[in-house]
């Protein structure tokens, strides 16, 4: 069995750190515990928030890539693997994209493993309108889809990390007052269902069709505490990997970012 983990850490820096509460209590191990518990054979981060040189994390037994935004404290991905790839990219090839640090790929012997950290689509600046960013978004989601189709013709795709929209009214605690909000429009939950028509799984959703279970809250309003979350963080494979899952699961018990890890496992 091979186990993933995907994890946005809203600055490693930061989630490195123990947490406590006003009252000494641990609300969070630190980044470092929590990687030595979950013990993955990959282990996929987004929102990295750092440079080359700021932080020396290694652990022993693990390579790591990553992919740094040419803005400082912003974006970025990278990946652990106790695996050695065959090859390793950074970005998607494409210049409009690629400055912002948002995707690294290995290519092991019998699939690419593709972390990804979606932009978001930012709320718009007038009630009622357009997110800021939607064009770009949905620009985005062509480009990165096809990236995605060109892999899967070489060999099976696992995909994985924060994707930014919840896909389905089960997949956002208030669907009904987001239906506008950056993440939850139908333009973006359009592009998930043709990602999801044309040949790739939604893990978690495909074992656990009824599950309401969220990824991400908002640091406002006590939204972790009152579980007033959405969904937005995925492992995505190629159909054809469908028979190899074995189990897809959200680790809501995880403190430290405004999200919390995500998991897939496959033989």
């Known amino acids: ?82 695996h050695t790839p065959l090859s390793v990219n950074y970005g998607i090839g494409i210049e409009e994209h690629d400055h912002e640090g948002r995707v690294v790929t290995l290519e092991m012997t019998d699939f690419y493993l593709v972390c990804v950290y979606t932009p978001n689509s930012q709320e718009a600046e007038t009630k009622g309108g357009k997110p800021r960013r939607l064009a770009y978004r949905m620009k985005w989601e062509d480009d990165f889809q096809a990236y995605l189709h060109a892999l899967d013709e070489k060999k099976p795709v696992i995909v994985c990390g924060d994707m930014n929209v919840a896909h389905e009214e089960i997949d956002i605690k208030n669907p009904k007052t987001n239906h506008l909000s950056a993440g939850f429009t139908d333009e973006e939950r359009g592009k998930m269902t043709t990602l999801l028509s044309n040949g790739f799984t939604d893990t978690f959703r495909a074992l656990h069709p009824d599950d309401v279970t969220y990824s991400w809250w908002s640091y406002r309003f006590r939204s972790r505490e009152r579980n007033t979350g959405w969904r937005i963080d995925y492992f995505l494979t190629s159909n054809r990997l469908r028979d190899r899952i074995t189990d897809a699961s959200i680790h809501t018990e995880i403190f430290g970012s405004d999200h919390c890890p995500i998991e897939l496992d496959i033989d």
């Open 1 to 82: 069995m091979m186990k993933f983990i995907s994890w946005n850490v809203n600055g490693l820096r930061a989630c490195v750190k123990p947490k406590t509460d006003d009252e000494g209590n641990v609300k969070s191990k630190g980044f470092e515990a929590y990687f030595k518990e979950l013990d993955a054979d990959f282990f996929c981060l987004q929102e990295t928030k750092m440079q080359e040189g700021q932080l020396d994390l290694q652990f022993e037994g693990y390579q790591s890539y990553w992919n740094y935004a040419e803005r400082k404290g912003y974006s970025g991905t990278a990946i652990y693997t106790r």
